[in-house]
């Protein structure tokens, strides 16, 4: 079973996407509201993908929790946000960005992208509103 760790401050939304994540059959291992809290979940239960959001609740940026990971080690992530800084993004390590507020069937299918691009190294899927790839991908 694919795991995911969801960051995320508004803990609203976190339920809300746990929710939808887990009917659409993934585990997800833990909700985190700020880079020290993800940072636990992913050491000890090593995660396949992470929803990161990119302002968190101790104001710190989600593109921090890769550095105190010291790296990716395989890890997928799609980050969300609806402050988009470009020079954040620009830094981000990760595969892909989503704009909020997103639709259910669009952040499905931006994380579908993401474990392609994870998994095979490309995507042929289409993108959804408000999704951009953090790198160039090839496309079969």
Do not use: W
């Not at 929710?19 to 880079?35: D, F, M, Q, S």
């Amino acid at each position: 079973m694919t795991r995911i760790l969801i960051v995320e401050d508004d803990l609203m939304i976190a339920d809300l996407v746990e929710t939808l994540l887990v009917l659409e059959g993934y585990a997800v291992i833990g909700i985190a509201r700020t880079v020290t809290e993800a940072v636990k979940p992913c050491s000890l239960h090593k995660p396949d993908y992470a929803l990161i959001d990119l302002q968190l609740a101790d104001g710190r940026v989600g593109t921090e929790i890769v550095g105190e990971l010291g790296g990716l080690n395989g890890l997928g992530i799609l980050y969300a946000s609806d402050h988009v800084n470009g020079a954040q993004l620009k830094a981000a390590h990760g595969v892909g960005f989503i704009s909020k507020p997103y639709r259910p069937a669009d952040l499905l299918s931006a994380l579908a992208i993401v474990i392609d691009i994870v998994t095979k190294g490309h995507s042929a899927l289409p993108h959804p509103t408000g999704f951009r790839l953090l790198r160039p991908s090839p496309v079969v």
